[in-house]
């Protein structure tokens, strides 16, 4: 890491944007191709709140706005559900010397269907609407995978 690169804080969200129907947005990693994920991103600081991380995420990565008039801010719903994994070895070197596991928060975001969705040209490539076993099936993140597998159940209980 660059000695002026401040490491990133070993806590991230992970939000799972669906629709209605249960189709889930994917986007696909601009320097792993092939690696497509939910969105997900660190807090800026230790003390952002989650939700505020996965507010922030969702407009940097997708150019969503939860609280606007299409995306009202009652669509983002934490789940309540935090894993804590190992940072793959690729990527620890943006993290402080000696980090090696991450806290995952996760949260749902019903959007509708067909809301815009503006990608973050230098993190991402390209984004596809799946069902929901066929998003978790291309998802290279076990969380994200198994993330997902939970929506039909968070999604009723709503």
């Known amino acids: 890491m660059p000695v002026s ?8 969200v992970l939000v799972v944007i669906h629709a209605p129907n249960l189709d889930v947005l994917l986007i696909e990693r601009a320097k792993q191709p092939g690696f497509w994920q939910s969105v997900t991103g660190s807090l800026d ?10 507010i922030r995420e969702v407009q940097e990565e997708t150019g969503i706005v939860v609280g606007s008039a299409d995306v009202p801010a009652s669509a983002l719903v934490d789940w309540g559900i935090e894993n804590v994994y ?7 070197h943006r993290y402080a010397p000696g980090v090696t596991h991450n806290t ?31 998003a978790a099936d291309r998802c290279f993140s076990p969380s994200n995978a198994e993330a997902i597998l939970q929506l039909p159940q968070r999604r009723s209980a709503r």
């Open 86 to 92: 190992e940072i793959y070895p690729v990527w620890r």
């Open 5 to 12: 690169a401040v490491p990133k804080i070993p806590q991230s």
């Open 45 to 54: 600081t230790l003390d952002e709140p989650w939700r505020e991380t996965a």
């Open 104 to 134: 995952e928060r996760v949260f749902g975001l019903c959007v509708p269907r067909d809301v815009a969705v503006t990608l973050a040209p230098g993190e991402h490539t390209a984004h596809a609407w799946l069902p929901w076993r066929e």
